[in-house]
């Protein structure tokens, strides 16, 4: 079993600035990859960011530029530093890990990230 611990979020004023972290514990051994994704009422999950074991990232192009994602050597943790923070980004945010030789998805329960014009 794998267990995502988010911790951050919270509200803030659009221009501010958050940070979210998650630690991944359990079973989580194995090639895989890290992420964060988010959503808002009324819309699908989207992807956020994106790191692997070799740092490599990807970004979704609305967050590119203000948004950093970062992982410990192991890839068991990660964060999210979160700045220029616009209502937009409303959002639940989750932890997600990927056992890519499994094909296997796990997420977080999720933290509440709350925007004001």
């Known amino acids: 079993q794998v267990q995502l611990a988010e911790t951050g979020g919270g509200l803030v004023q659009a221009g501010g600035s958050l940070r979210l972290s998650c630690a991944a514990s359990?079973?989580?051994?194995?090639?895989?990859?890290m992420a964060w994704y988010r959503q808002s009422a009324g819309k699908q999950r989207e992807l956020v960011a994106q790191?692997?074991?070799?740092?490599?990232?990807n970004y979704a192009a609305s967050v590119k530029g203000r948004f950093t994602i970062s992982r410990d050597g192991t890839l068991n943790r990660i964060s999210l530093q979160m700045t220029n923070l616009r209502p937009e980004d409303t959002a639940i945010y989750y932890c997600?890990?990927?056992?890519?030789?499994?094909?296997?998805?796990?997420y977080g329960q999720g933290t509440q990230v709350t925007v004001s014009s």
């Open positions: 997600h890990l990927r056992f890519l030789r499994a094909n296997r998805d796990f």
């Open positions: 790191i692997d074991i070799d740092g490599s990232t």
């Open positions: 359990g079973t989580i051994f194995g090639t895989k990859l």
